[in-house]
C-alpha cells in the first residue's frame, strides 16, 4: 500500500470521528476493506499525532483539554520539525533579536540556528536556553516565572512582565492547534498569555506548525492566523485555512516533501 493511500485513509479516519464522535475499530476496517491490524496502526499514529484519541476497540475525539505528554511530542513528527526549523532559521538573518517561546518545535529552531552569528535570545524555554548556550557569540536571557517540571517552560505573570520589557525583531512560536476559522489554540492559558505577549512585543512574528495542527482543537484561544507575518509549516493548509491566510496577507512557507 502506498504512502499516499495510507494518508487519504488517515484523513478519511480523522473526518468520520469529527462526524461522529466515535467509530469502533470492525467499523473503519469493514468502510476501507482493511484488516483490524491495520486500522489499529492508522489509530496509533493518528492518536500520537494528537489528531483522535484512541480506545480499545475504536476511537473519539481528540482532547480540547490535555495535551500530549511533552515526552511523546518529542518523538512526534521529528522530520517534519526539523525541516520546518531549518526553513525557518533560514529567514532569520545574523545580528537579530528574538523571543523564542514553549514547544518542540522552537526547540528545533534553537538547534537549527546554532550556525548563526550575534543573535539576541529572550525565551521562556529553558531547554531552548540550554541549547543556545552552546554557541558563544549569543546572547541568552531567561524570564522570570515558574517553572513547569515535565517540559522546562516557564510561565506565569513574570514571565509576561519581562517579555513586554522588550522590543524585539523576531517573535517566534509554536502552537498545539489552528482551527477552520483561523484561530491559534492552546491547551494551557498560562503559556498562552505569554505567547500574546511575544505577539504583542515582535515586530515580525513567525509562527511554526507541523501538520498535525490543523486538525487539532485544544481550548485555550490565543489569537488570529491574521496576527502573525508568516507560517512555516510541511504541507500546504487545508483550503479553508488557506483562505484565511490570504485574507489575513499572511506568508506561508512549505518545506520541501520529506521522503518515505
Given at each position: 500500500m502506498s504512502r499516499t493511500e495510507a494518508e487519504d485513509r488517515h484523513r478519511t479516519i480523522v473526518e468520520i470521528v469529527q462526524q461522529r464522535g466515535y467509530v469502533?475499530?470492525?467499523?473503519?476496517?469493514?468502510?476501507?476493506?482493511?484488516?483490524?491490524?491495520?486500522?489499529?496502526?492508522?489509530?496509533?499514529?493518528?492518536?500520537?499525532?494528537?489528531?483522535?484519541?484512541?480506545?480499545?476497540?475504536?476511537?473519539?475525539l481528540a482532547s480540547s483539554t490535555q495535551n500530549i505528554d511533552y515526552s511523546e511530542r518529542q518523538e512526534l513528527s521529528t522530520p517534519e520539525k526539523r525541516?520546518?526549523?531549518?526553513l525557518t532559521a533560514r529567514h532569520i538573518?545574523?545580528?537579530?533579536?528574538?523571543?523564542?517561546?514553549?514547544?518542540?518545535?522552537?526547540?528545533?529552531?534553537?538547534?537549527?540556528?546554532?550556525?548563526?552569528?550575534?543573535?539576541?535570545?529572550i525565551t521562556n524555554n529553558l531547554?531552548?536556553?540550554?541549547?543556545?548556550?552552546?554557541?558563544?557569540?549569543?546572547?541568552?536571557?531567561?524570564?522570570?516565572?515558574?517553572?513547569?517540571?515535565?517540559?522546562?517552560?516557564?510561565?506565569?505573570?513574570?514571565?509576561?512582565?519581562?517579555i513586554g520589557e522588550f522590543r524585539v525583531d523576531y517573535g517566534i512560536i509554536g502552537i498545539s492547534g489552528i482551527d477552520e476559522q483561523g484561530t491559534l489554540l492552546d491547551f494551557d492559558y498560562d503559556e498562552v498569555r505569554a505567547a500574546r505577549a511575544i505577539i504583542r512585543n515582535s515586530r515580525t512574528t513567525y509562527l511554526l506548525a507541523d501538520h498535525t495542527k490543523f486538525t487539532r482543537h485544544p481550548m485555550v484561544?490565543?489569537?488570529?492566523?491574521?496576527?502573525?507575518?508568516?507560517?512555516?509549516?510541511?504541507?500546504p493548509p487545508p483550503p479553508p485555512l488557506r483562505e484565511r491566510?490570504?485574507?489575513?496577507?499572511?506568508?506561508?512557507?512549505?518545506t520541501e516533501p520529506i521522503g518515505p
Open positions: 469502533s475499530n470492525e467499523e473503519l476496517a469493514r468502510t476501507f476493506g482493511v484488516t483490524a491490524q491495520t486500522v489499529r496502526r492508522d489509530l496509533t499514529k493518528l492518536g500520537g499525532e494528537g489528531a483522535i484519541c484512541r480506545h480499545h476497540g475504536g476511537a473519539s525541516a520546518i526549523a531549518e538573518p545574523n545580528h537579530s533579536s528574538l523571543f523564542i517561546n514553549i514547544g518542540t518545535t522552537t526547540e528545533a529552531l534553537a538547534r537549527a540556528l546554532l550556525g548563526h552569528e550575534d543573535l539576541r535570545i531547554n531552548v536556553a540550554q541549547i543556545m548556550t552552546r554557541n558563544r557569540s549569543f546572547t541568552v536571557m531567561v524570564t522570570g516565572g515558574t517553572v513547569r517540571n515535565r517540559d522546562g517552560g516557564i510561565i506565569g505573570q513574570s514571565a509576561c512582565d519581562m484561544r490565543m489569537g488570529s492566523l491574521s496576527e502573525v507575518s508568516a507560517l512555516f509549516t510541511d504541507v491566510l490570504i485574507a489575513g496577507g499572511v506568508v506561508v512557507h512549505v
